[in-house]
Protein backbone atom coordinates (compact mmCIF):
# COMPACT_ATOMS: atom_id res chain seq x y z
CA UNK A 1 0.00 0.00 0.00
CA UNK A 2 1.61 3.42 -0.92
CA UNK A 3 1.16 5.77 1.97
CA UNK A 4 2.08 9.83 2.21
CA UNK A 5 5.67 9.08 3.12
CA UNK A 6 6.23 7.32 -0.44
CA UNK A 7 3.99 9.46 -2.32
CA UNK A 8 6.41 12.59 -1.05
CA UNK A 9 9.23 10.63 -1.50
CA UNK A 10 8.43 9.79 -5.01
CA UNK A 11 7.63 12.98 -6.17
CA UNK A 12 10.94 14.03 -5.00
CA UNK A 13 13.11 11.89 -6.37
CA UNK A 14 10.95 11.72 -9.65
CA UNK A 15 14.09 11.91 -12.15
CA UNK A 16 11.84 12.09 -15.00
CA UNK A 17 10.85 8.59 -15.14
CA UNK A 18 7.32 9.18 -14.52
CA UNK A 19 6.31 7.30 -11.43
CA UNK A 20 4.00 10.16 -10.01
CA UNK A 21 1.87 10.48 -13.39
CA UNK A 22 1.98 6.66 -13.57
CA UNK A 23 0.80 6.71 -10.22
CA UNK A 24 -1.66 9.50 -10.92
CA UNK A 25 -2.84 8.32 -14.22
CA UNK A 26 -3.43 4.86 -11.95
CA UNK A 27 -5.75 6.88 -9.74
CA UNK A 28 -7.87 8.78 -12.12
CA UNK A 29 -8.33 5.42 -13.86
CA UNK A 30 -9.54 4.21 -10.85
CA UNK A 31 -11.30 6.46 -10.03
CA UNK A 32 -12.88 6.41 -13.09
CA UNK A 33 -14.09 2.97 -13.49
CA UNK A 34 -15.65 3.08 -9.64
CA UNK A 35 -17.55 6.37 -11.09
CA UNK A 36 -18.89 4.41 -14.03
CA UNK A 37 -20.09 1.10 -11.74
CA UNK A 38 -22.01 3.69 -9.46
CA UNK A 39 -24.19 4.94 -13.03
CA UNK A 40 -24.40 1.57 -14.37
CA UNK A 41 -26.12 0.35 -10.90
CA UNK A 42 -27.75 3.47 -10.75
CA UNK A 43 -29.16 2.64 -13.91
CA UNK A 44 -29.89 -0.78 -13.42
CA UNK A 45 -32.04 0.15 -9.87
CA UNK A 46 -34.21 2.42 -12.30
CA UNK A 47 -34.91 0.49 -14.68
CA UNK A 48 -35.90 -2.68 -12.30
CA UNK A 49 -38.07 -0.01 -10.30
CA UNK A 50 -40.15 1.15 -13.86
CA UNK A 51 -40.59 -2.68 -14.95
CA UNK A 52 -42.03 -2.97 -11.16
CA UNK A 53 -44.11 -0.56 -11.68
CA UNK A 54 -45.32 -0.79 -15.26
CA UNK A 55 -46.28 -4.38 -14.02
CA UNK A 56 -47.79 -2.96 -10.63
CA UNK A 57 -45.59 -4.76 -8.56
CA UNK A 58 -43.74 -1.67 -7.00
CA UNK A 59 -45.87 -1.88 -3.57
CA UNK A 60 -45.23 -5.60 -3.18
CA UNK A 61 -41.65 -5.43 -3.96
CA UNK A 62 -41.33 -2.35 -1.74
CA UNK A 63 -43.43 -4.31 1.42
CA UNK A 64 -40.55 -7.09 0.50
CA UNK A 65 -37.45 -5.48 0.74
CA UNK A 66 -38.62 -3.06 3.69
CA UNK A 67 -37.95 -5.50 6.53
CA UNK A 68 -34.16 -5.99 4.74
CA UNK A 69 -33.86 -2.32 4.82
CA UNK A 70 -34.17 -1.18 7.82
CA UNK A 71 -31.55 -4.07 9.02
CA UNK A 72 -29.23 -2.37 6.61
CA UNK A 73 -29.94 0.89 8.01
CA UNK A 74 -29.70 -0.50 11.58
CA UNK A 75 -26.46 -2.56 11.25
CA UNK A 76 -24.78 0.35 9.34
CA UNK A 77 -25.96 2.81 12.39
CA UNK A 78 -23.98 0.39 14.60
CA UNK A 79 -21.34 0.11 12.26
CA UNK A 80 -21.26 4.06 12.18
CA UNK A 81 -21.43 4.50 16.34
CA UNK A 82 -19.07 2.06 17.39
CA UNK A 83 -21.79 -1.08 18.63
CA UNK A 84 -23.25 1.93 20.92
CA UNK A 85 -26.76 1.08 20.09
CA UNK A 86 -30.00 2.09 21.17
CA UNK A 87 -31.74 -0.38 24.32
CA UNK A 88 -32.34 -3.93 23.86
CA UNK A 89 -28.98 -4.82 25.65
CA UNK A 90 -27.97 -8.41 25.08
CA UNK A 91 -25.56 -9.59 27.91
Known amino acids: MINSFSITL???NDGGNGIVETYLNFMLIRF????????????LVIAV????????RL???RRYADPAARAALR????????????GGGRG
Open 10 to 12: AIK
Open 75 to 86: AATRRMTGGRGQ
Open 49 to 56: ALVLKRRG
Open 59 to 61: DQA
Open 32 to 43: GLIAAVLVVVAL
